[in-house]
């Protein structure tokens, strides 16, 4: 995981910002500041892998606060002016985003910057699976996963993220066609083509939707949708 922090005097790009990076699994949003001096008082005790720094910012640029630094972590510069572009690699940036940033822009140059200087921080796929869990290596951990204890599995570019019952998600490096095969097949069944269900845990299902909480709703797509509406008519009271 590569630790983040995003500075920005604009209210509304720094919200933004901060979106893109908590969006982006292989990101970990740390903090985020609307101020240069802000940061570098955070920065004074703690260190981070990257940053997204905007270069127009009042009492001190960005370009400045970078160069202020004795030993800074990668930067991307965001800024309205794409002129300013070359001051910022003058300090070693990694890339700049000129605004509006879309998220396409900002996953381009985040995968751009991950393989260029960040490529172990990979996590790599499940190395052991039986009938009861299996073994996830994430973020340099090899993490045991119960079955029984998934509520579904959502894909997410080339990783999926595995959500637990009463537990953070666990990432891992690899596409939801690869977790799929390790799973018992009783149990789980893909319903669109970014997320698998825990059978066992499905306990509402509203307008093609499995709702597993007020804020959770799986979509079943119509690809997935005969084989899931097999599965409720073996189960379904008559």
């Not at 990076?21 to 500041?33: G, H, I, Q």
């Not at 940053?51 to 800074?72: A, C, H, R, T, Y």
């Not at 381009?108 to 172990?120: A, G, H, L, N, Q």
Request: some cysteine; aromatic content about 12%.
């Amino acid at each position: 995981m590569i630790s983040c922090i995003a500075i920005d005097d604009e209210p509304l790009a720094l919200k933004q910002m901060a979106a893109y990076v908590e969006k982006t699994p292989y990101l970990n949003l740390v903090e985020s500041f609307s101020s240069a001096l802000k940061a570098l008082e955070f920065l004074q005790d703690n260190t981070v892998d990257l940053m997204f720094v905007d270069i127009n910012m009042p009492d001190l640029s960005g370009i400045e606060f970078v160069e202020s630094l004795s030993n800074p972590a990668k930067v991307i510069f965001t800024t309205a002016y794409r002129e300013y572009a070359f001051e910022g690699f003058k300090v070693d940036a990694a890339d700049y985003l000129v605004k509006p940033i879309g998220y396409a822009d900002f996953l381009k140059s985040v995968d751009k910057t991950r393989e260029r200087y960040f490529s172990d921080n990979k996590v790599v796929e499940t190395i052991e699976n039986n009938e009861q869990y299996l073994f996830i290596k994430s973020e340099y951990k090899i993490v045991r996963i119960n079955y029984n204890d998934i509520q579904y599995i959502e894909g997410m570019r080339d990783y999926v993220r595995i959500h637990l019952l009463n537990q953070k998600p666990v990432m891992a490096l690899m596409s939801i066609k690869k977790m799929q095969e390790h799973l018992p097949t009783a149990d789980f069944m893909r319903v669109h083509r970014s997320y698998i269900v825990n059978l066992t845990k499905v306990t509402t299902i509203e307008r093609s939707r499995i709702i597993f909480d007020d804020k959770v709703y799986v979509p079943v797509s119509d690809q997935y949708k005969e084989e899931f509406q097999q599965f409720l008519d073996e189960k379904f009271l008559k």
